[in-house]
């Protein structure tokens, strides 16, 4: 059986597990508010959907097949709701433009939705 999830998990490893390079900050308690959301919330969410799809799934572990993505595909409309009402609050904030504007760390949601769309083609019309 395929993994639903292989390029999700490839882009959390590669892309958010770095958290945004939150992560090479000794002290990242001490980061501006939109570093710490990537840090805190993205980030850890979209780890707890993907182990939610595939238990075993560990980053720096062996390979394991994920059965469903329904969890992960709930955390995307999620993050997007979310990106949505931050546009409309301040679109030129930090965070949305860390979460949502391409640049030199990639955009989030551009690369979640890419990602989950190379693992399921058809997940947004479900």
Same mark, same amino acid.
């Given at each position: 059986?395929? /993994? ?6 490839e ?7 770095? #958290? ?5 900050? $000794? #002290? ?8 710490? +959301?990537?840090h805190? +919330? ?7 959907? $993907? ?5 075993? +799934? @560990?980053?720096?572990?062996?390979? %394991?097949? !994920?059965?469903?993505?329904? !969890?992960?595909?709930? +955390? ?7 990106? =949505?009402?931050?546009?409309? $609050?301040?679109?030129?904030? @930090? ?7 391409? #640049?030199? %760390?990639?955009?989030?949601?551009? /690369?979640? %939705? =890419?990602?989950? %769309? !190379?693992?399921?083609?058809?997940? =947004?019309?479900?």
């Open positions: 059986m395929p /993994d639903k999830l292989k390029h999700i998990k882009f959390f490893v590669a892309n958010a597990l770095d #958290g945004f390079a939150s992560r090479r900050y $000794i #002290g990242h308690q001490d980061l501006e508010a939109a570093r710490r +959301y990537i805190n +919330y993205a980030v850890p969410g979209l780890y707890a959907a $993907i182990r939610t799809d595939d238990p075993d +799934y @560990d980053p720096q572990g062996a390979s %394991t097949e !994920a059965a469903t993505n329904a !969890a992960t595909i709930a +955390y995307a409309r999620h993050m997007q709701r979310d990106m =949505e009402a931050l546009e409309r $609050i301040d679109k030129y904030g @930090d965070l949305y433009v860390m979460m949502c504007q391409p #640049g030199m %760390t990639g955009c989030y949601m551009d /690369d979640l %939705t =890419e990602a989950l %769309t !190379a693992d399921d083609p058809d997940w =947004e019309t479900r």
